[in-house]
């Protein structure tokens, strides 16, 4: 990431401080891009940043670990965090802002609304492990859109159910921001980027490979010609299970934009999964005909 433009950050850790900002830039007729992130920034992030930073004339970005997408038991303690090194890396990127509030500040006492979206899209893949996971996280985001006054907003392919479901979110409440989503950035190795890796150690590093080895074995599949699309699952199954340190929550095939169940292999057949690898839960996925729409 050596070699790119270096400026000044401003970081906004209240909503007055943020809205002053933001106040400017629409004064000024500017266009508004947000990458929402929970922070611990790699090169995933830089993808999206590094897009905002093409298209839009501003680049928020919001570092929030936020408490209501993770269940009683989850890593909400444990998270990974390191903001000196996230707001160095912003600045690199030419970021303009970068929220970083409180949970006290995104919720504060006598805060009483959620945004529930039906069970089909929020009920399925990992709503079924984590059934009120998406209720936190469009209620977060739905609050950045509004805070932000976004024009576009980056989300990464990687959380594809994540990206559907912003997309209907955005779509049934009329937010009128412009969702992007952006492909999956890999280690040169395969495994998908996640600020969640660190928490493998060396042997379930190397088992960790699977996830991405089973994307592959997809992605020949489809491109062999083969339309059904649970025997490709069958195929991915079969392939993680051969490694012993990891545990299938589930590996799904389903329509990238309504999540619904897909048997035969069409352009737009997501095919998911999320495994353990040891404690640590990953996600991977591929999408048939290109990259999320
Ligand atoms: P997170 O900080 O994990 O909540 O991620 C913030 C955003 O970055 C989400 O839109 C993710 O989908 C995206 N993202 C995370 N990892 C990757 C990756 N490996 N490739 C592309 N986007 C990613």
Redesign the pocket.
């Known amino acids: 990431m050596e070699g790119e433009i270096s400026m000044e950050t401003v970081v906004a850790t209240t909503k007055e401080e943020l809205k002053q900002e933001i106040d400017c830039w629409r004064n000024a007729g500017e266009t508004i891009g947000l990458v929402?992130?929970?922070?611990y920034l790699h090169e995933?992030?830089a993808?999206?940043i590094r897009r905002a930073r093409q298209e839009c004339d501003r680049v928020m970005v919001s570092v929030f670990v936020n408490p209501t997408q993770f269940a009683p038991g989850e890593d909400l303690e444990a998270y990974p965090r390191d903001f000196e090194r996230d707001r160095q890396l912003c600045r690199q990127l030419g970021v303009d802002l970068i929220f970083h509030p409180t949970p006290e500040v995104m919720y504060p006492q006598g805060f009483g609304t959620t945004i529930a979206m039906d069970q089909s899209m929020t009920g399925v893949l990992c709503g079924k492990t984590r059934p009120t996971h998406f209720q936190g996280v469009c209620t977060v985001v739905c609050k950045l859109f509004g805070l932000s006054h976004a024009d576009r907003a980056y989300?990464?392919?990687?959380?594809a159910q994540?990206l559907a479901i912003v997309r209907k979110m955005n779509r049934d409440l009329d937010l009128g921001v412009t969702v992007v989503g952006?492909?999956?950035?890999r280690e040169a190795d395969g495994l998908?980027?996640?600020?969640r890796n660190v928490y493998l150690n060396p042997q379930e590093r190397q088992a960790a490979l699977v996830l991405s080895q089973a994307v592959k074995l997809g992605q020949e599949k489809v491109a062999q010609g083969e339309t059904d699309a649970d025997a490709i699952v069958s195929a991915m199954k079969e392939h993680i299970g051969k490694e012993p340190l990891a545990r299938i929550d589930y590996v799904e095939a389903v329509d990238d934009i309504d999540l619904r169940p897909a048997h035969t292999v069409v352009s737009g057949t997501l095919f998911a999964m999320a495994v353990y690898i040891g404690k640590t839960r990953l996600i991977d996925n591929f999408i048939t005909g290109g990259d999320a729409k």
């Open positions: 929402p992130t929970m922070g995933g992030h993808s999206l989300f990464g392919q990687k959380d994540q952006c492909p999956i950035v998908a980027k996640s600020s």
